[in-house]
């Protein structure tokens, strides 16, 4: 390639330019501790006095801080402590700074009083309701205009690891990974292994509301993309590291909500405690301690730095929680705040650290993770034009780096903080990582692991979980399968299997190929592309289980008669288009042929004829589909993404027309089905998931398995969207409404009964209701010419419409056994007098959860 002398002749210039900027500044590092306790002391302020270079100690007191020389002065405070300089005169770049109380006491030990507590007549709670009653002038949401700088780095590894851990045989190549924790008490190492930084630049207004965010720079340590999603999982990481806004009501953490210790109603859930007025400060601070009144609901405990100026704001909070909190995998958790006076005197939030660490054990291994966000040249009350808010909130800017030497020296000039020595040689570690054949090979094992398939170039081999099922009509069946990845293109994909039913001797199988029209993967938002397929195979009629294969060996376990099943041919084609808005557009054209198999069968009795058996039901029919979910994110993997709840509604739409007389089609119908979901927070009382849908299918002479055969469970497993107490083909429609409440509780009264609490199991309920109808012309007791009701292996009728009561179950059960299962009572309401139906069941339903 050929670059022309001058921009060499520049770039060197730029370098040289750097260098000499540089060149007289001092990095400086060390670690702030407690006299008395040894202890370190986490967001004490490290600054130039009289200059604009500042930091906040980590968790632990270490701090980095770069100086423009050794001639100015940097003193470290921490409110309840008396200041000190650093001794640069010396030459010296480490220190151990010992910081002295203010007070006599070294150390304020808050016991439970023996009175009994009371938010009567106390202080405390007095000046807490001050706190809340201030907080939407004090926050940034309560501003007209705000606009800042803000550096985000999110950090992740294994922690805790012994001696004997790092030198065992098998990291015998993998020694240069592992870093001394110096903040662990006996010789502890840890093994940091992601990183991820962004700098950007982010303007709010209040009326009406919009933030822009301008993504100045981001980069992150990659692994390879054959086994990892590297933005899911960055995603992922982002979404357990989330942001903490002490003025929320509620904070949202690891899927679940902490009450905030100044929410409106937070003082029903906490106690406070006045342990201490620092007045050397300007304003006075009033220390406030926190505990929750119940050690295992989701609260935290702490402390919370006031300033008594009027205001009631926050200057810094420390929130930890408590170790007996009904909470998974996670062994420790706390949140550190730090606010400075902006130009109109209000604080404003200039550092935030969360950190969580998780373990199976109290002791043992953990992975131990931090995000940290700075914020720097704050301005409030500053507006800006308003076509400055004009189209995406967030907007990504050009990388000005392109070379790695480019890239290190420009975030150099970015970071509000240098990265830790451990930090600073994780994208090195990374990058070495990938070139070492072994860790290819544990990468490609655990691929398989976690995601059921096993690596082969451009192809991966699976689902491993659907190799063997078994079924009463095929009887034990073999399938092996697989699908292309991006690594064979970013525009195609494919996927296929084959099958084989050693009962009926028959082969089944399924090939599509999907095209991206927008050059992106086909499972990433948002999606554009349009797919063909066929399939043969065995179906049971009214079961459409989305996120999980059908023929998966879990579900293979039945109670009842499961003797009904269907052959199918269906040859799809599908268009799909999603917006950034989270609207979304399918439309779809189909030819099916079903044939029925085992107890199943089409027959038509006529009045004054021969009953007589249909062979096969022939259907064409087009759809179209829209879908609206306001803000929804996703997990995201290389082939697959779950979408993740949140308090916006979802809305769903469906039309189908069944096209008689094209391609074989048999039938004239038109199906229309609307249905909503929303996800309803109570802070401290958990959460419910609401369900509602209703359907209507226009046509007369339709058969019963094509109107709505509603979605039934004869399996031992919990299922969400399905009766688990309704036989598979029991009712069936073409009109009807249903309503679907799942209630999480989270523990909060178990969390309170004694002895049970230790178990930290959670209640869980549920409610589902169904009801419809069917109109005569298509009620095979009314009408002739549609196939008779299904009969089970007795010559029973087995299938029903609905009478004048809808069909209900409940369900009440505990969830968080072993913190992983969840088990259910379930109860069946009505409708009992139907043949071989359960009264009641127990189901189960693994679920992870934090």
Known sequence: MNIPLHKYFLTIIAILFHLSGFAQEIHLRGRVLDKSTQEGIGFATVAVIGGKQSTHTDDDGNFNLVIPSNQVKVRVSYVGYKDQLLPLDAGQTIFEIQMDSENEIAEVVVKRPKLKYSNKNNPAVELIRQVIEHKDENRLTGQQYVEYQQYEKVSLGLSNLSPDFKNKRIFKNYQFLFQHDDSAKNERYILP????????????????????????????????????????????????YEKVDIYDNDIFLLTNQFLSPIASVAPTFYRYYITDTIKTATPWIVELSFFPRSKTDYLFQGKLYVTLDGQYAVQSAKLRVSKDINLNFVRDLNVDLAFEKDNLNKYYLSKSSLGIEFALTAKGKGIRGNRMV?????????????????GESVVKLENKAASPEQRESYWSTLRHEPLSTEEQYIYKNIDTLQLMPSFKRIMDISALLLSGYKQAGPVEIGPVNTFYSYNPVEGFRLRVGGRTTDALSTRFYSEAYVAYGFEDKKWKYFLSGTYSLNNKSVYRFPQHYIRGSFQRDTKIPGQNLEFIQEDN??????????????????????????????????????????????????????????????????????????????????????????????????????????????????????????????????????????????????????PFALLNVHRANQTYAYQLNSYNLMNFLEFISDHSAAVNIQYYMNGFILNKVPLLKRLKLREVFSFKALYGGLRNENNPTYNTNVPAWQTNTDGNISSFTFGNKPYMEASIGLNNIFKVLRVDYVRRLNYLDNPNVSNWGIRARFKFDF
């Open 193 to 240: 292994a992601f990183i991820e930084e962004k700098v950007s630049n982010i303007y709010y207004r209040n009326d009406p509301k919009k933030t822009k965010q301008f993504i100045v720079a981001e980069q992150r340590a990659e692994f390879d993309p054959k086994f990892v999603d590297n933005n899911g999982l960055s995603a992922y990481f982002n979404k357990l």
């Open 374 to 390: 700075y914020y720097k040249n704050y301005v409030n009350g500053k507006a800006q034009p308003d076509d400055l808010y004009d």
């Open 553 to 702: 060996v879990l579900l293979s376990f039945k109670r009842g008669e499961n003797e009904s099943y269907l052959y199918n041919d269906i040859y799809r084609l599908e268009y799909k288009a999603e917006f950034k808005s989270n609207f979304s557009v399918t439309a779809g054209f189909s030819k099916w042929k079903q044939q029925p198999a085992g107890v199943l069968k089409y027959e038509i009795r006529p009045e004054n004829g021969t009953p007589f058996l249909l062979r096969e039901l022939n259907t064409t029919e087009a759809s179209v589909g829209l879908r609206w979910a306001p803000h929804e994110e996703y997990y995201q993997g290389k082939l697959y993404r779950t979408p993740i709840f949140n308090k916006y509604p979802i809305f769903t739409f469906n039309y189908t027309a069944g096209l008689k007389g094209v391609l074989d089609g048999e039938y004239n119908y038109h199906s229309f089905t609307l249905g909503a979901f929303k996800r309803f927070y109570l802070s401290q009382l958990g959460y419910a998931d609401v369900n509602v849908d209703g359907n209507i299918i226009a046509g007369s002479n339709i």
